[in-house]
């Protein structure tokens, strides 16, 4: 029995991936402040030209490099280490918060959707190799739409668009979940169980806008 040989574009395009990547860390700046707390303020200096040049004048620039240097001279005279994330209760706080908005947008799956995203527009008819099609559209989108998220969220805020984003998750998921149990509750009594598939694969993309 022969088997045919089938090439896989994974292994070029990984190459090409990892290429691009060390090119890119090849040519990679590290920040004025790292440099800073390391004595390299030279090298630092050199930085913040290269970010700000054509932006800021030479004063302004050395002004930013004169108060990076003094916010890490009062780091390090407050004695503050890592560890004080967890002893410092004002830092801890702050730790706890963002952990919890870390662990939320695990437990709200939509990391789980993604994962699922091809099998998911299986359920709803479409074909294999259109499913895997549309879950790279939709992560090819999700790039673009970063990138209007980051622009929304420098001109409204973090607070607002953070509420408004939980808001519009929680209620299309319990709408999608509601409507969900309500049809699967009167196909158990009327229709069968089997009858209510159909409407399964209707309040996907419903949750999906979640």
Known sequence: ?????????????????????????????????????????????????????????????NAELDDIERSVASCQASGLVWTSLFTDRSLF????????????GQMCGATA????????????????????????????MKIGCTLIDMVIIDRVGRRITLTAGAAVMAVAMMVGLSLFFLQ??????????KRSTAFYRSCIPITLTG
Not at 113 to 140: C, D, Q, W
Not at 185 to 193: M, P, T, V
Request: proline share 4%; with cysteine; hydrophobic share 40%.
């Open 1 to 61: 029995m022969t088997r045919e040989s089938k090439t896989s574009p994974v292994a070029p395009s990984g190459v090409v991936d990892r290429v691009v990547t060390l090119t890119e860390l090849s040519r990679h700046v590290c920040r004025p402040r790292w440099l800073v707390e390391h004595g390299q303020t030279q090298k630092a200096l050199k930085t913040l030209q290269y970010y700000r040049e054509g932006y800021f004048t030479h004063e302004e620039i």
């Open 93 to 104: 706080a702050r730790l706890w918060r963002s952990a919890l908005l870390q662990f939320m």
């Open 113 to 140: 959707m993604k994962y699922y995203l091809p099998a998911l527009f299986e359920a709803l008819g479409l074909s294999h190799r259109v499913s895997l099609l549309a879950g790279g559209i939709e992560s090819t």
């Open 184 to 193: 699967l509750n009167l196909a158990n009594q009327y229709l069968g169980f």
